[in-house]
C-alpha cells in the first residue's frame, strides 16, 4: 500500500479543521474561497481533496463516527454488552450530529457517487466496518449482505435526519433505542467467538 504524503494529510485534515470551526462560528456553509482561506491552502489545493465543501463536512462527520467506531469494537471485545453498546454508540452518533446540526445540514445535500445523499454513504461504509469487525461476513451471501447495508445506511439516515429536523416526537434517548431495535440481526445478535484452538503438546 503506497505511502500517503504527509502534506496532503496536513492540508485535508487543515480544511476539516477551519470547516468544522467556520460553521460552529457562522452557522452557514462558507464558500470554497472563504474555506481555502480559513484554512491557509490555495483554493486549487482544495479541489485536489474534495468536490465541494459539502462533501467536506461529510468528511468531518465521518471522522468523529470512526472514533466511535472504534470505541464500539473496543468496547464489545472487553466484554459489555453487545446491545448497551450498541445503544450507547447510537446516541453519541446523534449527539455528535446535533451539536453540528449546521455541518449536518450541508453534508445532507451532498449525492454520493454511490447514489446515496448525505451521510448515507458514509453510514454505509461505517456498516461495512461493523460486519467485519463483528465477523458477521458470513451471515449471508454477499450481495443479500449489500442489500441489506444500503438499505439499513438509508433508514438510519432518515431517523437522524427527522431527530435533527424536530419531526421526530421522542427523545434522544428513546430514538437511540428504537433505531437498534430497527438493526439487522447480526447488529443486535453479534456471533459470538468460537472456542479457543487447544494447545498443542511439544
Given at each position: 500500500m503506497p505511502e500517503v504524503d504527509p502534506r496532503f494529510t496536513r492540508s485535508r485534515r487543515a480544511i476539516a479543521d477551519a470547516l468544522?470551526?467556520?460553521?460552529?462560528?457562522?452557522?452557514s456553509c462558507p464558500s470554497?474561497?472563504?474555506?481555502?482561506?480559513?484554512?491557509?491552502?490555495?483554493?486549487?489545493?482544495?479541489?485536489?481533496?474534495?468536490?465541494?465543501?459539502e462533501e467536506a463536512a461529510v468528511y468531518v462527520i465521518a471522522d468523529e463516527f470512526r472514533v466511535l467506531h472504534d470505541l464500539n469494537i473496543s468496547d464489545r471485545r472487553r466484554g459489555a454488552d453487545p446491545a448497551t453498546v450498541a445503544v450507547a454508540t447510537l446516541?453519541?452518533?446523534?449527539?455528535?450530529?446535533?451539536?453540528?446540526?449546521?455541518?449536518?445540514?450541508?453534508?445532507?445535500?451532498?449525492?454520493?457517487p454511490s447514489g446515496l445523499m448525505g451521510i448515507g454513504d458514509l453510514l454505509l461504509d461505517r456498516l461495512r466496518a461493523l460486519r467485519h469487525d463483528l465477523g458477521a461476513e458470513g451471515r449471508q451471501s454477499g450481495p443479500h449482505n449489500a442489500i441489506e447495508d444500503v438499505y439499513a445506511a438509508s433508514?438510519?439516515?432518515?431517523?437522524?435526519?427527522?431527530?435533527?429536523?424536530?419531526?421526530?416526537?421522542?427523545?434522544?434517548?428513546?430514538?437511540?433505542?428504537?433505531l437498534y431495535a430497527l438493526l439487522p440481526e447480526w447488529v443486535r445478535q453479534p456471533p459470538q467467538p468460537g472456542p479457543a484452538p487447544p494447545l498443542e503438546g511439544p
Open positions: 468544522a470551526g467556520l460553521m460552529e462560528r457562522t452557522q470554497v474561497s472563504a474555506l481555502a482561506e480559513a484554512a491557509g491552502i490555495h483554493r486549487a489545493t482544495f479541489y485536489n481533496h474534495f468536490d465541494s465543501v446516541n453519541a452518533m446523534l449527539d455528535a450530529l446535533r451539536r453540528r446540526k449546521s455541518l449536518f445540514l450541508v453534508a445532507s445535500t451532498w449525492r454520493s433508514g438510519v439516515h432518515g431517523v437522524f435526519s427527522a431527530a435533527i429536523g424536530g419531526t421526530a416526537d421522542c427523545d434522544q434517548g428513546e430514538i437511540a433505542v428504537r
